[in-house]
């Protein structure tokens, strides 16, 4: 029981230095960080101390660990592992209507966002994103495949929003929202309608009055809400 608090405790510091030198700008982005044999005697530490620290730094998305190639610091850019948001909300993954209110209120300013850094680039995906979905059969795609479909558009748009706060909100949205969304889409009638209401979506960011896209956006979540039996 005591070797366990120790064992703990140590690497809870290995934890806290580790994580420092990443938030103090000791370590850079894309820079390998130490050896786990290094680290422990650095430490004064067991390696499998060491190797547990590194873990759960991964877990919250601080460092990126390459099998047989070492641990890096993540970019600031990097997705949230999605492990990581399901284990800090574990306890409201029920909670719907709650996840329906951040959801619209993250999502719309994300689209919102995008639209004010519309570019050539931009464009020309947010295109190729709606003719996908007008092609799409939706009686054969499955509700797993559409779900991945519009994470990954979604995904894109976060990107390209040029808020990068408002990028990882979106991806804590997404990832609390992908079992519900997944059961709602199993039904053909619902994945006929998220094509729908995403494609104006997406119409609308193309187009140059900002109203339009708003418009846009509130129908499509009163659709969700519709689909949610939220009241």
């Known amino acids: 029981m ?9 690497s809870d510091k290995v934890i806290e230095s580790i994580a420092q030198m990443i938030v103090s700008g000791e370590v850079k982005p894309g820079e390998k960080l130490l050896t786990e044999r290094a680290f422990a005697e650095k430490y ?3 390696r499998s101390c060491v190797r547990e620290a590194i873990r759960a730094l991964a877990l919250i998305g601080m460092v990126n660990i390459h099998p047989g190639g070492g641990t890096y610091v993540a970019d ?4 949230i592992p999605e492990e990581t948001v399901l284990w800090m909300y574990h306890q409201n993954l ?3 209507d709650e996840i329906y209110t951040a959801r619209e209120l993250i999502e719309t300013e994300v689209y919102l966002e995008c639209f004010d850094q519309m570019n050539e680039e931009i464009r020309n995906y947010v295109t190729q994103a709606r003719e996908e979905l007008l092609n799409l ?3 054969t795609i499955t509700g ?4 991945h479909l519009l994470a990954d558009i979604d995904l894109h748009i976060g990107k390209y929003c040029g808020n990068s706060i408002m990028n990882k909100l979106l991806q804590t949205t997404l990832a ?3 079992e519900l969304s997944i059961k709602i889409l199993s039904l053909t009638s619902s994945r006929e309608s998220a094509v729908l209401y995403r494609c104006k979506v997406l119409t609308a960011l193309l187009q140059k009055d900002k109203k339009v896209l708003k418009d846009a956006l509130k129908r499509f979540f009163m659709n969700s809400e519709k689909e949610l039996n939220i009241k």
């Open 144 to 147: 797993i495949q559409m779900e």
């Open 94 to 96: 029920n909670q719907f």
């Open 2 to 10: 005591g070797n366990e608090i120790n064992k703990t405790t140590a």
């Open 76 to 79: 600031n850019n990097s997705d």
């Open 137 to 139: 059969n939706t009686d």
């Open 44 to 46: 004064k530490v067991t």
């Open 176 to 178: 609390l929202r992908k």
